[in-house]
Nanobody, 122 residues
Framework: QLVESGGGLVQAGGSLRLSCVVS????????MGWFRQAPGKEREFVAA????????YYGDSVLGRFTISRDNAKNTVYLQMNSLKPEDTAVYYC?????????????????WGQGTQVTVSS
């Protein structure tokens, strides 16, 4: 089970931090990913992090503005979002063990949370 939180309404240029708490005994060895989906658009890769936290990956549209991190003691993965833009508006989801094959894909067999809405006003 995954529970995302931290979304909300923010002005352009502002910041938010999303959290995702994962109920899993293998959390510390699982890759974790964040994806987002805006109305009428396909789900988009945002960021991923290795189990140890030593490796991080970002989508081109968020590189340099977002930071993914994790606290394995708390079974939680975070997404710090800075310099937010209206085009960042979407529902954000975390995903266990996203897949990589030339680009990052969501693990459709893995668990998903309910998502958290991020709205950035101009």
């Amino acid at each position: 089970q995954l529970v995302e939180s931290g979304g909300g309404l923010v002005q352009a240029g502002g910041s938010l931090r999303l959290s995702c708490v994962v109920s899993s005994r293998t959390f510390s060895s699982d890759y974790m990913g964040w994806f987002r989906q805006a109305p009428g658009k396909e789900r988009e890769f945002v960021a991923a992090i290795s189990g140890s936290g030593g490796y991080t990956y970002y989508g081109d549209s968020v590189l340099g503005r977002f930071t993914i991190s994790r606290d394995n003691a708390k079974n939680t993965v975070y997404l710090q979002m800075n310099s937010l833009k209206p085009e960042d508006t979407a529902v954000y989801y975390c995903n266990v063990n996203p897949k990589y094959g030339s680009k990052w894909y969501p693990n459709l067999q893995g668990a998903w949370g309910q998502g958290t809405q991020v709205t950035v006003s101009s």
